[in-house]
């Protein structure tokens, strides 16, 4: 067994440690909207619920490690004192993982990830109309827990409406726990899903991915790519050239075959099982080429 004080470890080193050992946590898809009316939508999943009477959702944005500024989120809630918790379930968890990349203030990150915004009836923040549960909450407090890079800051968020699909209720109006199917954060690129157990999303770009509202159109209303699909689509920082499309048909005898028939089922289900093997860029090549 190893031991060590946390005062022995950089913050990433002990962060990496929590996250490995503390899990599976659940998902706050917060949204938040600044003083100038500008959506923002971000996920973190030092969350969970902590009372109910009065209902209480606390997450917690850190400061960043390595120049110790704030989320927009936490500018946002200490400004607006308003945010609606959207409930992550596996049909939009790569939509999610898109939005965690840190675009610049004012982009909507709604419109990046490809999902729709809902007005709220409580609040300001708009809802995620895809999420399964939406919690429009009034901000009562906010928590500092330190002044250096990591340090969390706890948004005890207190619960004025909730929104519930029929989709995942059960005969009795409750909560069903497979139709909810969610998914929870682990160490890693690691997450959990309540139904079948754990899988790997790989982190969004340190660079800026180009995000859903930048893929062509043709591909975006698809029949056959899920919003998950067209998530990883989305988390590329350039989209393949028309070389790098050419080369990669004239090598590839079946999608040549795949091709001449002409059938965009057919071709987008290929492009579907790329993206099933985290391969992307042939994903994005077999969709281009058609």
């Given at each position: 067994?190893?031991?060590?004080?946390?005062?022995?470890?950089?913050?990433?080193?002990?962060?990496?440690?929590?996250?490995?050992?503390?899990?599976?946590?659940?998902?706050?898809?917060?949204?938040?909207?600044?003083?100038?009316?500008?959506?923002?939508?971000?996920?973190?999943?030092f969350f969970n619920v902590f009372s109910a009477n009065p209902p209480i959702l606390i997450f917690s944005p850190a400061l960043r490690v390595r120049?110790?500024?704030?989320?927009h989120t936490l500018e946002n809630v200490l400004a607006t004192k308003e945010v609606v918790i959207n409930i992550v379930n596996y049909d939009i968890v790569q939509q999610m993982s898109l939005s965690s990349t840190e675009y610049g203030e004012g982009i909507n990150e709604f419109k990046k990830a490809g999902l729709t915004m809902l007005k709220s009836d409580k609040v300001t923040p708009y809802r995620?109309?895809?999420?399964?549960?939406?919690?429009?909450?009034?901000?009562?407090?906010?928590?500092?827990?330190g002044e250096d890079g990591g340090a969390g800051n706890l948004v005890f968020s207190e619960v004025v409406k909730i929104h519930i699909h029929n989709s995942i209720l059960d005969e009795k109006g409750s909560i069903d726990q497979h139709k909810i199917d969610q998914v929870?954060?682990?160490?890693?690129?690691?997450?959990?899903?309540a139904?079948?157990?754990?899988?790997?999303?790989?982190?969004?770009l340190s660079s800026l991915g180009i995000g859903i509202d930048q893929i062509p159109e043709r591909i975006r209303i698809s029949k056959i790519l899920t919003g998950?699909?067209?998530?990883?689509?989305?988390?590329?920082?350039?989209?393949?050239?028309?070389?790098?499309?050419?080369?990669?048909?004239?090598?590839?005898?079946?999608?040549?075959?795949?091709?001449?028939?002409?059938?965009?089922?057919?071709?987008?289900?290929?492009?579907?099982?790329y993206l099933k093997n985290n391969d992307v860029l042939s994903a994005w090549k077999v969709l281009l080429a058609h």
């Open positions: 067994m190893i031991s060590f004080l946390p005062e022995e470890l950089t913050t990433p080193k002990l962060h990496g440690y929590l996250l490995g050992a503390v899990g599976p946590r659940p998902i706050a898809f917060a949204s938040t909207i600044d003083t100038n009316g500008n959506p923002n939508l971000s996920p973190f999943s120049n110790k500024t704030t989320k995620v109309a895809e999420s399964p549960v939406q919690f429009e909450c009034k901000v009562t407090k906010v928590e500092a827990l929870a954060r682990m160490g890693g690129n690691w997450y959990s899903r139904n079948l157990g754990m899988f790997e999303v790989p982190k969004p998950n699909d067209l998530g990883m689509l989305g988390n590329v920082e350039q989209i393949p050239t028309n070389d790098e499309v050419a080369n990669f048909v004239s090598s590839q005898i079946e999608i040549r075959t795949l091709l001449s028939g002409g059938e965009r089922d057919q071709i987008e289900l290929k492009a579907q099982e």
